[in-house]
Nanobody, 111 residues
Framework: VQLVESGGGLVQPGGSLRLSCAAS????????MRWYRQAPGKERELVAD????????NYADSVKGRFTISRDNAKNTLYLHMNSLKPEDTALYYC?????WGQGTQVTVSS
């Protein structure tokens, strides 16, 4: 089983990024999927989750209206579109499906 995140990087405040999470080795389309993040010195935080079909999503209050979670079950890929990024969004972002976790991709928001 592999979950591989990509798309992180350094972006200025107000900028945008799209994270991807490519899944292999498990039945991606059978799992509710989630994005988490962890900033230095802070606990891991649930950012967003999406139902199996993509028809239902939930967001942390801190990202509501700025981030959008989506999935493509045909491509076994999860996405996180992040707009209006703030310095406080700086963190290591992880995807999760069931008991499976990716290794994370770093997002740094700084001028």
């Amino acid at each position: 089983v592999q979950l591989v995140e990509s798309g992180g990087g350094l972006v200025q405040p107000g900028g945008s990024l799209r994270l991807s999470c490519a899944a292999s080795g498990f039945s991606f389309s059978s799992y509710r999927m989630r994005w988490y993040r962890q900033a230095p010195g802070k606990e891991r935080e649930l950012v967003a989750d999406i139902s199996i079909t993509g028809g239902s999503t939930n967001y942390a209050d801190s990202v509501k209206g700025r981030f959008t979670i989506s999935r493509d079950n045909a491509k076994n890929t999860l996405y996180l579109h992040m707009n209006s990024l703030k310095p406080e969004d700086t963190a290591l972002y992880y995807c999760r499906g069931g008991d499976y976790w990716g290794q994370g991709t770093q997002v740094t928001v700084s001028s």
